[in-house]
């Protein structure tokens, strides 16, 4: 279901991506990571429930980050025993584990509840959101509204981390296939244009350049690097390196994402970020580019998605740069660094809080993010048409 609808929440993660860009220009990324946080999560609300937040301050939204934060840290190995030894969940009675997971329960439960209703029976039900096609008694399937929990936290975390991972390496590395005096000329067309970015009409090298950097930075530091755990529903029997394994029903197994992406016999210089890892000998995306982060995950659609308007908004915008601020640590100036000590090493490993510069490429690009923000559609009920069963 996830999967099916990705396309139609387009418009919303555009309208996001956009007014990202706006803040961005009007404060000259000093409160960057904030942006990051505000869009990453009001894109998700709005698609799930109807709720756009634009300025990051809401009670609603900052509820969800703090929810959504506590799930990370909840989901760490090092948060409790049975995050490592599952088995030990059988123990009977009122388990410190369990005690913290039936508030961390109750606490989101309240949440989601008020979200849900509001998509479904407030002031956002005649929209085309997530809740809508979800939380519905009438579906074969029943009243699903528990996955929304799920959805909406994994699509926060992951896209907001990921952003963070893009916008690091952008600091360290110059995307110099934007600057080509060939690649100028042929951005000139999209320039005269008064649709911003939409994929129909986006260059095919810059939708090259976006689609290896969105994939690799999936790739570089996925999320949920430890995986999460999957219980076997039968018996099966894994062959590795000419070496059976019998994993009996109901295993408790983890596919740890960090190992899988960083396998040194599948990628070469593994721990680098090269999103040219991705194209053939003829500098064209090679076929099945894909990482294998959301191989059987029902969002990756939209998380790709978000993604790949995010990070060619903010190229196509931007030059994003190292800061001269200082460290406030040290007082000495900021070291940038990519290693597993720039990562907080959590759920989802995202990079810790770093300072950088956005400067737009031209006067006349940052007008034309101006006027485009200006124009747009702004209207939630347009953005997101009242939903039809599929």
Known sequence: ???????????????????????????????????????????????????????????????????????????????????????????????????CAQTHRKREDALYDRLITRAVSGE???????????????????????????????AIETACDRGFDAHLHSCLHTVSQMDSPMRRGRLMPLLEKTVYLRSKIVPAFLSDIVVTCTAETLRWRPAGRFGVPHQSTADDVVEYKGIEYFIPKGSILFAVSWAI????????????????????????????????????????????RSLWIHIAMMLWTFNIGKSDEPDPNTGLPFRYDDGDSAFHGEFASGPLKFPAVFKPRSAHRAEVARQEWAVCEKDLNVLLPQYKEH
């Open 124 to 154: 956002a039900s005649g929209m085309n959101t997530w809740a809508a096609a979800f939380a519905r008694a009438d579906k074969p399937e029943g009243d699903q509204r528990r996955l929304m929990n799920m959805f909406t936290t994994a």
């Open 261 to 304: 992406e960083h396998d040194q016999e599948i990628f070469e210089h593994h721990d680098l970020f090269q999103p040219d890892r991705f194209l053939d000998d003829t500098n064209n995306l090679k076929a099945g580019y894909e990482t294998t982060i959301f191989t059987v995950c029902p969002g990756m659609p939209f998380a790709e």
């Open 1 to 99: 279901m996830a999967g099916v609808r990705a396309g139609e929440t387009e418009p919303i993660q555009q309208f996001e991506a956009l007014l990202n860009v706006n803040h961005l220009l009007d404060d000259e990324g000093k409160n960057w990571f904030h942006h990051m946080d505000r869009v990453s999560a009001s894109m998700v609300l709005a698609a799930a429930f109807g709720l756009h937040c634009p300025t990051g301050q809401e009670p609603d939204l900052k509820e969800v980050i703090a929810c959504t934060a506590e799930f990370v840290r909840l989901s760490a190995p090092s948060a409790n025993i049975i995050n490592v030894l599952p088995f030990l969940d059988t123990i009977p009675g009122p388990m410190p584990w369990r005690k």
